[in-house]
């Protein structure tokens, strides 16, 4: 028996599948998928008698998936960008650092909502103003929502300063002001930043650090030498840091629907690669298929 299918989106292409029956809300469906991706999806080695199904499409083997119960989910057209945008997504997006510098880097993102603690020595006005600019990002993004909440057990995001409680004890060395973020399958589900208040002369420059470290820790974004400095995406300072369009449409970007998230780069390059093929042989647009959120 083929295991569910237990990633966070995968394609349809209307060509490749056939005799179709719903029940409710739930498809059951025979289609195909690449061969690449039912050893990426399922754990079962594929038998002598699965090969006599399998069929041959743009130098791709195909797989037959015999009654694939399709979960509930949500239907999405793929959303196109240009050339230029991507090369600067790519930049910011996949090029982690703490990850291999190949093709399999993945890109990280929240999936539940942002609830963010501060500690006691964070002062009101501090948070205030650090809250006025997550709420900037919270309304130009419609799938990332951001609130601050009064206690530690029901956050996911903690805000402190060295000599606080150390709220996370993987950043106890750390001698300078940065965030720690965890995540399961590429969703992010907990964040922290440790700043070294004493470093910073002044609340404006406290600020500053906080926002970047903040804005950086949503999407585990590399920061760049692309952009002018007001730029967040940016690695450089600049008193007259903004969210520019640019960096709207890039976090638009990072958590739309249109898009496969949590994937490798290989995999984003070679999904934007299929759907540009399909429409111009096509003319049809090739879909995200979202399943309502599961455990994994």
């Known amino acids: 028996m083929m295991r569910s299918l237990l990633i966070t989106c995968f394609l349809l292409i209307n060509a490749l599948s056939y005799s179709q029956k719903k029940t409710d809300t739930i498809w059951n469906t025979n289609t195909y998928v690449s061969l690449k991706s039912y050893k990426n999806t399922y754990g079962e080695p594929l038998t002598k008698k699965d090969s006599l199904n399998f069929k041959f499409k743009d130098n791709d083997t195909l797989v037959l998936i015999k ?20 090369y600067y997504y790519k930049k910011v997006a996949f090029n982690h650092k703490n990850d291999s510098i190949n ?84 969703k992010i589900y907990r964040t922290t930043i440790r700043l070294d208040e004493s470093a910073f002369f002044g609340d404006a420059l406290i600020q500053y650090k906080l926002r970047e470290l903040f804005f950086q820790s949503i999407g585990y974004f590399v920061l760049i030498d692309d952009f002018a400095c007001e730029s967040y995406f940016s690695n450089c300072y600049s008193p007259n840091k903004r969210l520019t369009e640019l960096d709207i449409e890039l976090l638009k970007y990072h958590y739309s629907y249109g898009i496969c998230k949590g994937t490798s780069l290989e995999t984003f390059e070679g999904q934007h690669q299929k759907a540009k093929e399909i429409f111009e042989k096509t003319g049809h647009q090739m879909r995200f298929f979202h399943p309502y959120e599961q455990e994994q």
């Open 103 to 186: 093709k399999k880097t993945s890109m990280k993102y929240w999936k539940d909502d942002i609830r963010i603690f501060f500690s006691k020595s964070v002062s009101k006005k501090t948070k205030k103003d650090f809250m006025l600019f997550a709420d900037q990002i919270d309304k130009a993004v419609d799938s990332l929502h951001i609130k601050e909440v009064k206690n530690v057990e029901d956050s996911n995001y903690i805000i402190y300063y060295f000599g606080d409680y150390e709220y996370e004890s993987r950043m106890d060395n750390y001698t300078y002001s940065t965030f720690y973020a965890s995540w399961k399958h590429n």
């Open 67 to 86: 009654d694939y119960v399709r979960p509930q989910g949500t239907m999405v057209p793929y959303e196109f960008k240009d050339s230029t945008f991507l």
